[in-house]
T-cell receptor, first 113, second 115 residues
Framework: SQQGEEDPQALSIQEGENATMNCSYK?????LQWYRQNSGRGLVHLIL?????REKHSGRLRVTLDTSKKSSSLLITASRAADTASYFC?????????????FGTGTSLTVIP | GAVVSQHPSWVICKSGTSVKIECRSL??????MFWYRQFPKQSLMLMAT?????????EQGVEKDKFLINHASLTLSTLTVTSAHPEDSSFYIC???????????FGSGTQLSVL
């Protein structure tokens, strides 16, 4: 069920630094979403950016979307130890993909206190 | 936000037994529920999609008789791992969507360990 690739696979930064992770996808989309997963837990929806938007902010999160390159990025500013988690991009169902969401391969972020 | 409750969180069972995992949408009626399997440090693998009152749609390679999915109501879907074996040990996560089906709400996951 993966149609997206994310990089880096793993990222380790110091508290206070910014973390950037990237996602590429393959099909046309109506929107792209980012989810967070703490170890051993389910995923939590973070932010949704629509195909006609180029950038969106939510608190310390900044998401960009480039539909011409089929790519998106998630920036977490002023990172905290509590941001340590895996982050996944996802694309929702569409005529091209049927009834399922497609998730990227994920980026494992470690924020060192 | 919408809440999805998944139980149990952790199951340890003997090989050959069956395990049932429940997924409930607590404050909304789920149009569609999805069941995923996740191996350590990997992304989610969709196992099946279930709609209330109809048979689940399984992904290629997922055994229907092994992983029984029941979606009897708009708020409850169950996954039963029948005759579990050690290779079935994994993290299983359910999710639900409703309305415009724009985003997913996830259960907290079930770690299954088959001895």
């Amino acid at each position: 069920s993966q149609q997206g690739e994310e990089d880096p696979q793993a990222l380790s930064i110091q508290e206070g630094e910014n973390a950037t992770m990237n996602c590429s996808y393959k099909t046309s989309i109506n929107n792209l979403q980012w989810y967070r997963q703490n170890s051993g837990r389910g995923l939590v929806h973070l932010i949704l950016i629509r195909s006609n938007e180029r950038e969106k902010h939510s608190g310390r999160l900044r998401v960009t979307l480039d539909t011409s390159k089929k790519s998106s990025s998630l920036l977490i500013t002023a990172s905290r130890a509590a941001d340590t988690a895996s982050y996944f991009c996802a694309t929702p169902p569409s005529p091209d993909t049927g009834n399922q969401f497609y998730f990227g391969t994920g980026t494992s972020l470690t924020v060192i206190p | 936000g919408a809440v999805v409750s998944q139980h149990p969180s952790w199951v340890i069972c003997k090989s050959g037994t069956s395990v049932k995992i429940e997924c409930r949408s607590l404050d909304f009626q789920a149009t569609t529920m999805f069941w995923y399997r996740q191996f350590p440090k990997q992304s989610l693998m969709l196992m099946a999609t279930s709609n209330e009152g109809s048979k689940a749609t399984y992904e290629q390679g997922v055994e229907k008789d092994k992983f029984l999915i029941n979606h009897a109501s708009l708020t409850l879907s169950t996954l039963t791992v029948t005759s579990a074996h050690p290779e079935d040990s994994s993290f299983y996560i359910c999710s639900a969507s409703f309305g415009s089906n724009e985003k997913l709400f996830f259960g907290s996951g079930t770690q299954l360990s088959v001895l």
